[in-house]
Every structure is written in structure tokens, then in C-alpha cells.
């Protein structure tokens, strides 16, 4: 493995990897020499069918678990395995996440709650464990996807705004406080990107989203991945506490 991105022989964990960022994400990271642990909810199928598609495509063992990352006991059991086979972990992505919009006087209680449960008390539960792992080698890289919505707002968006919004805060905590062990802590907030979120769009405001991108084009995937890639290697060994926008000058 020849690139500056190197990651062979560091043990990888992508939350909410079966599709979207976190599949792009996943697959990047493998191309780069990273054992990769894969994380759905819905179906196992899809789960097993990615994990075969790592295995055939690059040639290297992969495995995955199935369960809702908002479910404490469930990720306890989910490191716990990691540490059984890997002894260790060296990257975590914080990926998983849903979006239900919802304009005001419409929000619902069972919306606040699933909202935050996935896409906000999941990255401490998962940050709180993978910070455990990684404190035995004294080192690590943590990346929590957030949004530009956590950045800027957006209508109809006030619960998933504020949720990850709250990724942030998340992130610039544990970074103060993981630095002396040598671990990172860095978020992406991803714009427009082109993932099964932005299907329901009507023509309209697809438009109009596309409209107010500067580079004048959608994001992909791919573009998310690379960003993390770039906090998972050591080339951002001294990078942490950093939010770093990939929306193509959607905000600037």
C-alpha cells in the first residue's frame, strides 16, 4: 500500500453502512487498506449482501452487525465483539442517521424522540465506547457526520436541525477532553448530497437546492468518503476539533 492514505492494519467501525455515505464511506476506507465493520438496522440481507461485496471486490474479510445504534445495550454487545476479534479499534464513523422533516406546530413527540435516538445520543454511545478501545493504544480518529443543516437551519428541519446540530457540540466536547490520549475527534457536515434522503424532493426544490451550490453540482457519496478518509489517515494526525463543511460552497 503505497498511498499517503494508508490505513492497513487499523480496524475501522462505519455506523449505518449498508448504503448512502456510510457505504461509500465503508468501501473507501477498505480500498485503503482498513479492516472495515460494517452496521445496519433494517435488513440482514442487505447487511450480508454488502459484507460479499466487500470480500469480492477486494479480496479481504469483512464482517458486519445488525442493530439500532440508539440502543445502548445493543451497542455494548457490538464492542464487545470488536474487542473479542480485533483486540482494537482505530477509526470510528459516526454515519447513521434519518431525517423526518416536520414543519412547526406539526412535531411530534415519537419524532423528537427517534430523531435524537439515532442521530444523537447514538454518537455518545458509540463515541464513549470506541474512546474506550482506543485509549489502550492511546490513539484513534472519531468522525461524526453531522449536517449543514446543524450549521445553518433549514424550514421544515427544526428536530433534525437541532440534532445535528448537537453532533457538533458532541464533537468539539470530546475533543477537549480526548486530545491528551491522542485521539481525534473531527465532524463532516455534508450539503446536498446525493443519497435516498434527498429522493422525496420535489423537481422545484431539488432546483433550488442545486441553484445555491456554487460548484453547481450535487454532491455524492464518494465526496463525503474522501473527507473522511482524509481524518482517518495520518495525515490529519494533528487535526481534531474541526468541522469540515464538504457542500461545495453552499455556505461560505
Known amino acids: 500500500m503505497t ?4 490505513l492497513e492494519g487499523k480496524v475501522a467501525f462505519v455506523t449505518g453502512s449498508t448504503r448512502g455515505i456510510g457505504w461509500a464511506t465503508a468501501k473507501t476506507l477498505v480500498r485503503h487498506g482498513a479492516t472495515v465493520i460494517l452496521n445496519g438496522v433494517h435488513s440482514q440481507q442487505l447487511l450480508d449482501q454488502r459484507i460479499d461485496e466487500i470480500k469480492k471486490e477486494f479480496n479481504v474479510e469483512s ?4 442493530f439500532d445504534v440508539g440502543s445502548l445495550d445493543s451497542v455494548q454487545k457490538c464492542y464487545n465483539e470488536i474487542f473479542k476479534r480485533y483486540k482494537k479499534l482505530d477509526i470510528l464513523v459516526n454515519n447513521a442517521g434519518i431525517l423526518e422533516d416536520s414543519l412547526i406546530g406539526m412535531i411530534t413527540k415519537e419524532n423528537i424522540e427517534h430523531t435524537f435516538s439515532t442521530n444523537t445520543t447514538a454518537v455518545v454511545y458509540n463515541l464513549q465506547f470506541a474512546a474506550r ?3 489502550r493504544n492511546m490513539s484513534g480518529s472519531i468522525i461524526n457526520i453531522s449536517s449543514l ?3 445553518v437551519g433549514n424550514e421544515g428541519q427544526v428536530v433534525y436541525g437541532c440534532s445535528k446540530a448537537a453532533v457538533i457540540g458532541i464533537t468539539l466536547s470530546a475533543a477537549r477532553e480526548l486530545a491528551h490520549k491522542n485521539i481525534r475527534v473531527n465532524a463532516v457536515a455534508p450539503g446536498f448530497i446525493n443519497t435516498d434522503l434527498i429522493k422525496p424532493l420535489s423537481k422545484e426544490i431539488y432546483q433550488q437546492r442545486l441553484n445555491s451550490i456554487k460548484m453547481k453540482r450535487i454532491g455524492q457519496p464518494e465526496d463525503v468518503a474522501n473527507t473522511v478518509l482524509f481524518l482517518a489517515s495520518d495525515l490529519s494526525s494533528y487535526v481534531t ?3 469540515i463543511g464538504v457542500d461545495g460552497g453552499m455556505i461560505m
Open 3 to 6: 498511498s499517503v492514505f494508508n
Open 63 to 66: 464482517n458486519g452487525f445488525l
Open 133 to 135: 478501545l482506543m485509549s
Open 149 to 151: 443543516v446543524g450549521r
Open 241 to 243: 476539533g474541526q468541522v
